[in-house]
């Protein structure tokens, strides 16, 4: 035994010292190596650290995202890492760590939010690596891209092949993370019911906690815009277990709480935010939970408490609320004013606060109209300011003379007092002003910390701050006629005022103090009273409006209106006051009242478009008198358009001078547009228009599709740009094609406008354009004049050598695909000729053998375009080719050198009868 041993010895001894040489070159070279690969990965883990650790805020009014967005953190340890990776492909190839290198590359330039290059590094890795576990991986950080990249549909179409074509073979932790990338990218499109299916069938096998931990919480707010509120409390309640992060904790017990009070159930949702406020780990969250407390109450019908607790929340000095929680506090306010205490008043200064406050739009609720409501309860304050005007100045207007000349007396002793006042209070606060400052020098206690920042809470500045306000602003009390006393125009009486103070007795006051009152807006002649009338019958027809139209609130605009038509007001204010009024009664199903006012409507204005209406709504006869057998121009243009016998050209003629002839009637502008239309379908009767059309319409398609492929290839050429790993020459011939432009040629032997009715259709829109300005068809009779214009042939100068240039351009591979036969290769359909064959719905008895086709296909195989080659075949079959194409034909990746290319190839086809 010991002897085998010793030949055992000797015989490894031997071969050591024959292979040293060998040996330690090996060994030098994986050192390196792994020092290294070592260096790159410890580099992007610092990186990847620093991005992790910066702190993420989280919209729970947006869905949020489980798979964390880069932020700009770590770059330059990313950019190390991508350098000693380089340097592991470049010297060091043949190793078996060569994937790692790609995706730890490609990883650093997803964090430095270099998502184009990270792209390639990826799909670099897809198509190289022979390892399924690292493909796999390849996918999701694909995924990921795409979803930063914002291509969501290209990620949704991508994802869902790969989980395909990998059915069986996937990891079920990959599979579950794929299928919740797959999601994410449906959440971002709005498919909310295909996202809650697969984010639920993938976040029980998710492997990372902090995956499921966002995951549970984006299924809640999925649920929540699928109006599922019972399927959003329980992925809510999920959430917490699968504790990371406390914010997303916190976030889904508020979501959990708001959903309880979305289904009724106010007492759990109260009991929840209060223990959230008991808990000593939601302190700088309380202005928050205080307001979600005030919006329970506010939900249980608890509107004194719930007007105080918002009040709490607006008003803490320890804890200020953040700009959208005071918006939607002062929202809450404005809503209890409006609701329950119907002060419109106080709800209108209230929505006007919420608006203020400077908040994007995604942190607010969807409903949040703070803006829009402002200005309509300021308009429904500025209306019943001009009412209550309106109405002081007629009273006025008609009090007897003695009783205006009390009237008068009143307003001048009033304003004489208020002149004595304010006069002592001026010299009061300049007696204070040096007493305050003479006591501030003298004492530190005034001075000190405990009367807050700036001594903001100092007593003694307080009172003087008051008395400066009060100076300037007087304590006027509130009093009927005020608004009539600021017409008091007293500019001239400071020195009679000086002397008036100075003198004893308010009798001398009176005389020495010239008051003047302006007078001129009162109405005195029964004309400016029914002047007046008029105008606050008007402001009351716009208050009904405000609150038909823009507040919802029918009972308030009912009100209004029959206030309207009560006064003495204009016609167009009565009329459709009553027509609004018979709305209203027939939008609440009260037919009798409905009908009650189209009768009066009909009875009253007999001749107005309104009483038409209604007459035709109600089934009641218009009753004319002696204007009965005068057509109106309504009348005229229902005949013409009756008369089924009139030539389109008639027709155009007639209703074109209908409008001309009353072009300040409301039916003028629509029977000139519609002249315009049969102008055109009497063009449509040239037997060459057909064969134009058909032609120009071919031609414009086939420019725009061009067009679209040139702008594709120039922003393919921009992204690559960014690529710092190109080329001289490359960037050269790139940034030549991002410079360059097409220029869309002249169809002109295909233009189908031709002839006289096409021309009067165009003479008809230049006048529709020069009489109709505000017309609702400015827009449509805009685009028909666009359409119908002659193009305009632009002669160019070309130098004569260059007239081949357009034929040569048109027969070379578009920018950024290869030729296959330059390569010598050609497409292969992904599962099979036959497969994709199958699948088609070909027209029987069709002469055509084969279809051929140029494809432009990508690196994935995925076509971009493609372009029918076969002249003269038959629309049915090249309609169920075309299907086919469209519905998800892809090819095999075609490589070249090793890496995978976009390639311009021509297809053939077999059609099989």
Not at 744 to 766: C, H, I, L, N, Q
């Amino acid at each position: 035994m010991m002897m085998r041993r010793l030949l055992f010895i000797s015989f490894v001894l031997i071969l050591l010292t024959g292979c040293k040489t060998s040996f330690q070159s090996k060994w030098k070279n994986f050192n390196a190596y792994y020092n290294t690969y070592y260096n790159a990965q410890k580099s992007y883990q610092s990186g990847l650290q620093k991005n992790l650790d910066q702190q993420r805020e989280y919209n729970p009014l947006q869905p949020i995202r489980i798979h964390p967005k880069p932020v700009n953190a770590g770059a330059s340890d990313f950019d190390k890492a991508i350098q000693k990776g380089a340097d592991v492909l470049r010297r060091y190839e043949e190793t078996k760590w060569v994937d790692d290198a790609i995706g730890l590359i490609g990883k650093s330039y997803y964090f430095r939010q270099e998502y184009f290059s990270a792209d390639q590094k990826f799909k670099e890795l897809f198509v190289t690596t022979e390892n399924p576990d690292m493909q796999q991986k390849s996918i999701l950080w694909q995924g990921r891209v795409l979803l930063d990249m914002e291509l969501y549909n290209e990620g949704i179409a991508f994802l869902s092949e790969q989980l395909t074509l990998l059915e069986g073979e996937w990891n079920e932790g990959y599979r579950a993370e794929a299928k919740a990338l797959l999601a994410q990218h449906h959440v971002k499109m709005e498919n909310w019911q295909v996202a809650a299916n697969v984010l639920s069938e993938a976040l029980p096998n998710l492997e990372k906690k902090e995956y499921r931990e966002k995951g549970y919480f984006l299924l809640g707010q999925v649920y929540e815009r699928l109006g599922n509120p019972e399927a959003a409390f329980d992925a809510y309640n999920k959430v917490q277990n699968h504790y990371v992060e406390y914010r997303i904790q916190y976030l889904s017990q508020r979501k959990k709480a708001e959903v309880a009070r979305a289904l009724g159930r106010n007492e759990v949702a109260f009991q929840i935010f209060d223990d959230m406020v008991r808990d000593d780990k939601n302190l700088e969250y309380k202005a928050e939970l205080d307001f979600e407390l005030a919006r329970t109450e506010h939900e249980r019908n608890n509107y004194k408490r719930a007007e105080k607790l918002y009040n709490n929340v607006l008003h803490n000095n320890l804890r200020q609320p953040t700009p959208d929680i005071a918006a939607r506090a002062y929202y809450g306010l404005a809503e209890i004013y409006r609701f329950s205490y119907d002060n419109f008043e106080e709800a209108a200064a209230y929505y006007d606060s919420a608006a203020q406050k400077n908040v994007a739009a995604e942190k607010l609720p969807e409903d949040f109209q703070a803006k829009e409501l402002a200005e309509s309860f300021g308009n429904y304050a500025r209306f019943k300011s001009e009412i209550a005007l309106q109405d002081s100045l007629l009273r006025l207007g008609r009090l007897s003379p003695e009783a205006f000349d009390s009237v008068l007396v009143e307003l001048r002793k009033k304003k004489i007092a208020e002149l004595e006042r304010l006069k002592e209070q001026q010299e009061q606060q300049q007696n204070q002003l040096v007493t305050v400052n003479r006591n501030e020098d003298e004492s530190d206690a005034t001075n000190n910390m405990s009367n807050g920042f700036l001594n903001s809470n100092n007593p003694v500045v307080q009172e003087n701050v008051r008395q400066q306000f009060y100076a300037i602003w007087g304590d006027r009390p509130l009093a009927d006629n005020w608004r009539v006393e600021s017409m008091i125009d007293y500019s001239a009486i400071s020195n009679e005022a000086d002397g008036a103070v100075a003198g004893s007795g308010a009798a001398s006051n009176q005389q020495q103090v010239n008051v003047k009152i302006d007078l001129s807006a009162i109405p005195f002649t029964p004309q400016e009273q029914d002047s007046v009338q008029e105008l606050i019958a008007s402001y009351q027809y716009q208050l009904g409006n405000l609150f038909f139209l823009s507040l919802n609130s029918p009972d308030s605009a009912t009100y209004y209106f029959q206030k309207a038509i009560e006064n003495p007001s204009k016609v167009n204010i009565n009329t459709v006051s009553l027509y609004s009024l018979s709305e209203l009664y027939s939008i609440q199903e009260n037919e009798d009242e409905a009908r009650y006012y189209a009768r009066r409507l009909i009875e009253e204005y007999p001749e107005t478009e309104y009483a038409r209406r209604v007459s035709e709504k109600f089934g009641i006869p218009l009753t004319l008198g002696e204007k009965e057998n005068t057509k109106s121009p309504f009348e005229v243009y229902n005949e013409i358009n009756s008369e089924d016998s009139l030539s389109h050209l008639e027709k155009a003629s007639r209703l074109k001078q209908l409008s001309l002839n009353n072009s300040t009637h409301r039916i003028a502008p629509k029977a000139l547009y519609e002249a315009i239309q049969s102008y055109m379908m009497a063009g449509k009767d040239n037997p060459d228009y057909r064969s134009k059309i058909s032609d120009w319409v071919e031609r414009n398609d086939v420019w725009e599709q061009k067009r679209a492929a040139f702008q594709m290839e120039k922003d393919s050429a921009e992204a690559t740009l960014n690529d710092t790993t190109i080329t001289e020459d490359m960037r050269q011939d790139l940034q030549s094609l991002v410079d360059s432009s097409l220029t869309k040629p002249v169809f002109t032997e295909s233009f189908p406008y031709e002839g006289a009715m096409w021309d009067s259709a165009r003479t008809a829109a230049d006048t529709f354009l020069e009489i109709f300005t505000d017309s609702d068809y400015v827009g449509k009779v805009n685009r028909i004049k666009e359409e119908l214009a002659v193009p305009v042939v632009k002669e160019e100068i070309q130098p004569a050598e260059q007239p081949e240039i357009i034929a040569e351009e048109e027969t070379s591979p578009a920018e950024g695909y290869t030729s296959c036969e330059s390569i010598g290769a050609e497409l292969t359909v992904r599962g099979g000729m036959q497969s994709f064959l199958s699948n088609l719905t070909i027209p029987k008895d069709i002469e055509v053998n084969e279809l051929t086709y140029l494809f432009r296909v990508n690196r994935r195989g995925v076509v971009d375009e493609f372009t029918l080659e076969t002249e003269n075949a038959p629309a049915e079959l090249v309609s169920a080719f075309e299907q086919g194409i469209e519905s998800g034909l892809s090819f095999e990746p075609v490589m070249s050198e090793g890496q995978a290319v976009s390639v311009e190839c021509k297809v053939t086809f077999p059609v099989n009868n």
